[in-house]
C-alpha cells in the first residue's frame, strides 16, 4: 500500500537506479512498520527540473501511504532525503517530499480495496 515514486533531473545507471528502489522499499517499509512486500517504489526517467531558479541536481519525491500520520513525516522526510541525497547527489535542501494520506476505500488491490 506504500508507493513512492522519485523524480529527479539526475541520469542514473539502471544497476544505480535498481540499488536505490530497493534501499528505498526497504526503508519505507521499516519507517512506517508495514511489510515490504506491500510496498512499490518506482523511478521516473530524468526529468528537466528547476528548483530556487538554478538546475543543479534536484529530486522531488511524492510518498503515499494508508495511515500515514503527520507525525512519522519528520522521520521519512530525514531518511528520505539522506539515502537521495547519497544515493544521486543531491543536496538535501533541494529536495521535496510530498506525504499523502490514502483512504482505505480508495487505494485498490487485488481486485478490491483496503
Known sequence: MPYLRIQTNQSVDAASAQQLISRASALVAEQLGKPERYVMVAMAPPVPMVFAADNSPAAYLELKSIGLAERQTPAL???????????????QDR?????????????GWNGGTF
Open 95 to 107: 529536495i521535496y517530499i510530498e506525504f499523502s494520506d490514502a483512504p482505505r476505500k480508495m487505494w
Open 77 to 91: 522526510s530525514k531518511a528520505l532525503c539522506e539515502l537521495v541525497g547519497e544515493a544521486l547527489g543531491v543536496s
